[in-house]
């Protein structure tokens, strides 16, 4: 049904999408990494603690995604509209409760979950502005499982464009008081970020008015409707869960390295995150790409496809990864030089720069397979597999980090742990064909 060209074709401007979003984070520890070691590893702090919250939007996205896959599968063309609406209007209610919520908690809890004073200080700073992005990335998350749910990813790449060209604008003028803008340091990051994601709003809204077919689409119906919205929860609370409870163990990951080894160990794991974020891209993408694909081809009642499609999909991406691989690893000194230029900081990452790209081959299968268990609609399956890959994560990382005292390149071999429990669940899943009868 798809060909291999054809899911490259999808998966690039998906691709580009994802690095708009994350490139974020990656521009602002790469600003940050010449403004001091405290920031740097606060920014890594703040911004997962920021996307623990995303994750929730993200995660009832990817339940619309996987449903207007399926009704685009079906040629119910119509029902999409009231996907992406109402998924919308459920969404602002979280966000806007969200923002007084962490301004608060980033002043009066956030610092006690830290032993250094100055980190806990400059992680509140950013969290209180940057929690106002959080309306702006909701709504973006629903236009974004509208184009990929419809396999229309193009404008997706323009909107990376935007996104990215935004930050990278803002962040130069805020951080250090360029272009006529007053200096602002990690604060500047945080508001360059908040600024990014409501030029991505704007451009998305005007595209999506004056490009897609709104009648088609069925998007002249605005109205709350509590029947759609419940629809999506059914398949997407367990998504939900599943993404708040990994970004939460990836959150204890950095505060177990704060706590238990210092500034400079913290400031070694976020420039090593930041690649992490960045060279598992093109892996998430196809993640993406496998869980619509296999949604839109069991929504045309092709079923005995979908194993070879998923097959296809995850060699695809172990290619790609192999390829990346073989390019970074080259150049490890030069590629951390992006984000530092002190030789010992420089020194410090080479060992768990290396170790985490020894774990980039079970991502890029692993990343494929589980996300087409969520593609099937088995999304409380998916979260199962979750919950058990996270007590075996949770346990090896307080055994390297807390009881034997590791170090930093030791500490990363947890994402081997983490990557190879899901890739070989996901495996047996889809192999036993359990889930051919999942309706949605």
């Not at 998906?14 to 990656?26: D, E, F, H, R, Y």
């Not at 119910?76 to 007084?100: E, R, S, T």
Request: hydrophobic share 55%; proline share 2%.
């Amino acid at each position: 049904m798809y060909s291999n060209k054809h899911i490259i074709k999808i998966s690039t401007p998906i691709l580009l999408s994802l690095l708009a979003q994350n490139i974020i984070q990656v521009i602002d520890t790469a600003f940050l990494g010449r403004v001091g070691e405290v920031e740097l590893g606060a920014s890594a702090l703040a911004g997962i603690i920021y996307i623990a919250l995303y994750t929730l939007g993200f995660g009832f996205s990817m339940g619309s995604q996987i449903l207007i896959g399926r009704r685009n599968g079906e040629k119910n063309y119509n029902k999409i509209g009231d996907v992406v609406i109402q998924g919308a209007i459920f969404l602002l209610i979280p966000a806007i409760l969200l923002i007084p919520l962490l301004r608060y908690g980033a002043v009066h809890w956030i610092p006690a979950m830290f032993e250094s004073a100055d980190v806990a200080g400059a992680v509140t700073e950013y969290l209180e502005w940057r929690v106002f992005g959080i309306i702006f990335a909701f709504v973006n998350l629903m236009f974004r499982a509208f184009y990929i749910g419809t396999a229309r990813t193009k404008v997706l790449t323009v909107n990376a464009v935007v996104m990215a060209g935004t930050n990278v604008i803002f962040d130069y003028g805020l951080i250090f008081g360029n272009l006529g803008m007053p200096e602002l340091g990690i604060a500047g990051a945080a508001i360059a970020s908040v600024i990014a994601e409501f030029a991505s709003t704007v451009f998305l809204l005007v595209y999506t008015r004056k490009a897609v077919d709104l009648d088609k689409y069925g998007f002249r119906k605005i109205r709350f409707q509590w029947s759609v919205i419940k629809k999506v929860l059914d398949i997407s609370v367990f998504m939900m869960v599943q993404y708040l409870f990994s970004i939460v163990t990836w959150m204890l990951f950095f505060v177990f390295i704060e706590n238990y080894m210092g500034e400079r160990p913290l400031a070694v794991t976020n420039i090593v995150r930041s690649f992490y974020t960045i060279l598992t891209i093109p892996s998430q993408a196809l993640g993406t790409v496998a869980s619509t694909l296999v949604s839109n081809t069991i929504g045309a009642d092709k079923r005995d496809e979908v194993i070879n499609l998923i097959k296809r999909i995850a060699f695809i991406s172990l290619g790609v990864m192999v390829c990346v691989i073989g390019i970074v690893s080259a150049f490890p000194r030069m590629m951390i030089r992006i984000y530092t230029d002190d030789p010992s900081l420089i020194n410090d990452t080479v060992l768990p720069f290396y170790v985490l790209i020894s774990s980039l081959p079970i991502y890029s299968m692993g990343s494929v397979l589980f996300n087409s268990v969520s593609g099937t609609g088995n999304t409380r399956t998916a979260l199962k597999f979750e919950i058990i890959t996270l007590f075996f994560y949770l346990s090896y990382m307080w055994f390297v980090i807390i009881y034997m005292r590791f170090s930093v390149a030791v500490a990363w071999t947890t994402e081997h742990v983490y990557w190879l429990f899901l890739l070989t669940l996901s495996f047996i899943y889809l192999r036993s064909g359990k889930w051919k009868e999942r309706k949605i």
